[in-house]
């Protein structure tokens, strides 16, 4: 049979330009500067739910209007203009009000702490396990902000779907888009994660499981869980560290892809003969 190891080391290893064109990270390929990177990556992140033919379209409509640099954009970013600019965007759950609701914030953190890495470095701890504290502490925080000038007085309204941004471990969420926010920034550049945000090490990340990941690593008994919560985020992310202490999560990009890109989709066996995981995929040996 083959090593688990190995196989996984392939497959990162096989990872390719046309998987990274099929994913939001992609966005952030588009500027080189740290600060707009960053930027980009919280849009292109909290909005990297569903299908990835209606996220790519929306985040093209988004960054078309920021121009050049995002970074720029946040920064002289007009609440009143922007609602007018976004008042007919609407992606799923989120509409173009909680999209402004998202550039005040950023506009926020960028104004108080000189970058978003600055402002959620005030909840991360080196010393803990993983960033299960520096997460519940990040998204607290979002939600403490001052939006008024997006939402009114009254702040964030009940019929806003602005908080679905900023889910927590506390509340037992897989939080999929922020750690996959925090993977694009932290882990080494490699030609698909940037590596641009150095105060938080790749050790402490903590895998990103959406659907591709909880069926995947179910069928690769990285799992036993049958919720895809933060228990199965760090279950997989803990058997992952076994492979690679230091840089576990490496091995997100390319097994997502797996179904994203490759077509796995755990019904399909067609796509099993050239998957390569299928010598260890429960899936591939049925």
């Known amino acids: 049979m083959p090593n688990l190891k190995t196989t996984l080391d392939k497959v990162y290893r096989d990872r390719s330009a046309e998987h990274l064109a099929n994913d939001p990270l992609s966005f952030c390929h588009r500027f080189q500067a740290p600060e707009d990177q960053e930027v980009a990556g919280l849009i292109a992140s909290c909005f990297a739910y569903g299908n990835v033919k209606i996220i790519k379209r929306n985040l093209q409509d988004i960054f078309s209007e920021m121009g050049s640099s995002p970074r720029h954009y946040v920064e002289r970013f007009d609440p009143a ?19 402004c609701g998202l550039l005040l ?62 889910p927590s471990p506390a ?52 799992t036993t869980r049958k919720q895809a919560d933060w228990r199965m985020a760090r279950e997989i992310t803990t058997r992952l560290r076994e492979l690679d202490p230091e840089d576990p999560v490496k091995y997100d990009f390319p097994i997502c892809h797996l179904g994203i890109s490759e077509g796995c989709d755990g019904k399909n066996r067609a796509t099993c003969r050239n998957c390569a995981i299928t010598g260890l995929c429960a899936q591939g040996k049925k």
């Open 81 to 99: 203009k922007g609602k007018r600019t976004f008042s007919g965007f609407k992606h799923r759950f989120n509409d173009g009000r909680d999209l």
């Open 171 to 222: 509340s037992g969420s897989a939080c999929k888009r922020l750690c996959m926010y925090l993977r694009w920034m932290v882990r080494p550049a490699d030609g698909i994660d940037l590596g641009i945000w150095t105060g938080i090490a790749p050790s402490r990340l903590v895998i990103p499981v959406d659907a591709h990941i909880q069926r995947i690593c179910t069928f690769l008994g990285l």
């Open 105 to 166: 914030a950023a506009q926020i953190m960028v104004r108080e702490a000189g970058t978003i890495q600055g402002w959620l470095l005030r909840f991360h701890d080196e010393a803990q396990e993983d960033v299960t504290e520096t997460l519940s502490g990040f998204s607290a925080s979002m939600k403490e902000l001052d939006l008024g000038a997006v939402f009114g007085r009254g702040g964030v309204p009940a019929d806003s779907y602005f908080p679905f941004f900023f």
